[in-house]
């Protein structure tokens, strides 16, 4: 049987990091055709892993000018983040709060925009709210910048719910503890986080849960 994802265009943000990496792996052997969203201007030419097929370039803040690139885009993953570690100071917060929460939500808003304004295909946007939302993490305002994007979905969810809405879906995706730049101490490698995901995705109507147990 051919994957649900075979042929199916994903756009995946965080393309560079260790999941990110990994998924695109896993999804290209799933048939679909991948979209790095980057904010490096080297264009990954010299990054290591799998490579998406195509790669365009976006920086928070400029969200809008994305549209363009998601309208045929089928699942948007969206998978960036800062870390400040244990740094606090208001110039850490409020960039961990525009990366982890606001440029989230803003590219939410954007792709449920134009899933209302194509009435032939669903559209579906994945995010990867971390284990910050059900556990404690090493660094306060990541877990904190995190959380609020996952209570923001979870209030999207509802309306969606409330108003039968079925051309835009959300998956929460919900990951234990991953080694990776973000987090070093990660228990579980990228790659097995992946292919979970990937399995889960096909099953789960919302939350999608990966934990090391």
Request: net charge positive; proline share 3%; with cysteine.
């Amino acid at each position: 049987d051919k994957s649900r994802f075979n042929g199916l265009k994903i756009a995946i943000t965080g393309a560079n990091g260790s999941l990110g990496k990994s998924l695109i792996e896993v999804l290209k052997k799933e048939g679909a055709y991948l979209i790095g969203l980057t904010h490096d201007k080297k264009n990954n030419s010299n990054s290591e892993g799998s490579k998406p097929d195509e790669w365009i370039l976006w920086s928070c803040g400029k969200e809008r000018l994305l549209s363009s690139s998601l309208a045929n885009i089928d699942i948007l993953i969206l998978n960036h983040g800062f870390n400040p570690k244990g740094m606090i100071e208001s110039n850490e917060i409020n960039k961990a709060l525009e990366i982890n929460s606001l440029s989230h939500l803003r590219l939410i808003e954007i792709f449920e925009d134009l899933a209302a304004s194509n009435k032939h295909n669903s559209k579906e946007v994945w995010v990867n709210t971390s284990e910050a939302e059900i556990q404690i993490a090493f660094s306060p305002v990541y877990e904190i910048t995190k959380r609020l994007i996952g209570e923001l979905i979870s209030l999207k969810k509802s309306k969606l719910l409330m108003e039968k809405r079925n051309s835009f879906i959300i998956k929460k995706l919900i990951l234990g503890p991953f080694k990776s730049k973000l987090n070093p101490q990660g228990i579980m490698r990228p790659e097995f986080v992946a292919k979970k995901i990937i399995q889960k995705a096909e099953k789960e109507d919302y939350l999608v849960i990966v934990s090391p147990l």
